[in-house]
């Protein structure tokens, strides 16, 4: 990782709140999940997490966190779309002792300086022991 890389990485874990809403500073949330340093213990702390990495822009942490079933080969995110606020709408098991959960959301976001909203029904599941995204349904 160049110096430039190091900068930005410093400058999105020092002081900041998480993009996921959770009232944290990135650096106490999220950063560790994205970084590999920690893994998501609910299927909600990683809806939150991918939450955070399309805000942030890390699609390195978007396909690990993808199942290797439904996962694409490359994730190409739209420059001109911002993810600015997440709401969990509900939550169906996904906890500690699962092996399955469903998070239903909404991603806030604006795109050409226009609001927009994106809702999704997703489904997580265990994979190697810990929690991956599997699809979604957008109603």
Known sequence: ????AARRRADTTTGRA???GSGQ???DCCAPLHGGDAQA??????????FSAFALGN????LRSWHSSTRPAVLELDPG???????????ERGGLL???GTVTFHAHYRDAGRPGALTEHSRF?????RWVYLDGDQP
Do not use: F, H, N
Request: glycine fraction near 10%; charge should be neutral; include cysteine.
């Open 1 to 4: 990782m160049g110096k430039g």
């Open 18 to 20: 998480c993009p996921c």
């Open 25 to 27: 500073a990135y650096a």
């Open 41 to 50: 213990p609910t299927a909600e702390a990683l809806m939150r997490s991918r």
């Open 59 to 62: 699609t390195g942490y978007l």
């Open 81 to 91: 779309q911002r993810w600015t606020r997440l709401e969990i709408v509900e939550t």
């Open 98 to 100: 699962d092996t399955a």
């Open 125 to 129: 599941v265990r994979e190697d022991g």
